[in-house]
């Protein structure tokens, strides 16, 4: 176990509505990134959060939002959602959010979403 | 060109044999390797991480980094099936602004059969 949580686990939209992922990240961790991950694909960066602020972000277009809280925290927010947005939502956290040794990714179990 | 590419497979090794997985990058600039084992719907496990040329070793596990080739590996030595799963390369390079993101490859499938 790596001690980072996601819910829910398994998600039901059709298209147009939005949606929450949640991710509580792994104690004395302040770094949170978000990934989807496609059918047969690896893991696609959306972007990943610092201390709460956003500090980078994948080719996903504005609809896909997020928020970190004081506690580290993060939630995932998608907005008027399309069928391709079906898929496997990964949170990680990690130590910081430097390039150094050590700075591992830690992935939590995911969220499925699948939108109708 | 992918950024990290990997062969998709399936890879089929029999119990007790060497697996070798291989993994090759574009970005000249990287400086971290990681290798991550899916199960079937499940998320991705860290197995080894490699920073500098050269060999790792931990337990079955050997990865290998070429910086110059841009070329890492993973072998996997005497095979078990529960070691069937998608195994995948992810590279961390000069980060984006300050985020250090992961680029994964699409995965290599690994089937070790009885």
């Known amino acids: 176990e790596t001690g980072v949580t996601q819910s829910p686990t398994h998600l039901i939209k059709t298209r147009g509505q939005q949606v929450t992922l949640r991710c509580s990240s792994q104690s004395g961790h302040n770094t949170v990134s978000w990934y989807q991950q496609a059918l047969g694909q690896g893991p696609q960066f959306i972007f990943q959060y610092y201390r709460e602020e956003e500090n980078g972000r994948g080719n996903f277009p504005p609809r896909f939002s997020g928020l970190q809280f004081p506690n580290y925290s993060s939630e995932l927010n998608v907005n008027a959602l399309e069928l391709d947005d079906s898929a496997l939502y990964l949170c990680?956290?990690?130590?910081?959010?430097?390039?150094?040794?050590?700075?591992?990714?830690?992935f939590g179990a995911g969220t499925r979403l699948s939108v109708l | 060109q992918k950024e990290v590419e990997q062969n998709s497979g399936p890879l089929s090794v029999p119990e007790g044999a060497i697996a070798s997985l291989n993994c090759t990058y574009s970005?000249?600039?990287?400086?971290?390797f990681f290798w991550y084992r899916q199960y079937s719907g499940k998320s991705p496990e860290l197995i080894m991480s490699?920073?500098?040329?050269g060999d790792k070793e931990d337990g079955r596990f050997t990865a290998q980094l070429n910086k110059a080739s841009q070329y890492v590996s993973l072998l996997i030595r005497d095979s078990q099936p529960s070691d069937s799963a998608t195994y995948l390369c992810a590279v961390r390079g000069i980060n984006t602004g300050t985020a250090s993101k992961l680029t994964f490859g699409t995965g290599t499938r690994l089937q070790v059969t009885l």
């Open positions: 990680a956290s990690s130590p910081g959010q430097g390039i150094g040794i050590g700075n591992i990714q830690y």
């Open positions: 970005d000249r600039g990287s400086q971290s």
């Open positions: 490699i920073y500098s040329n």
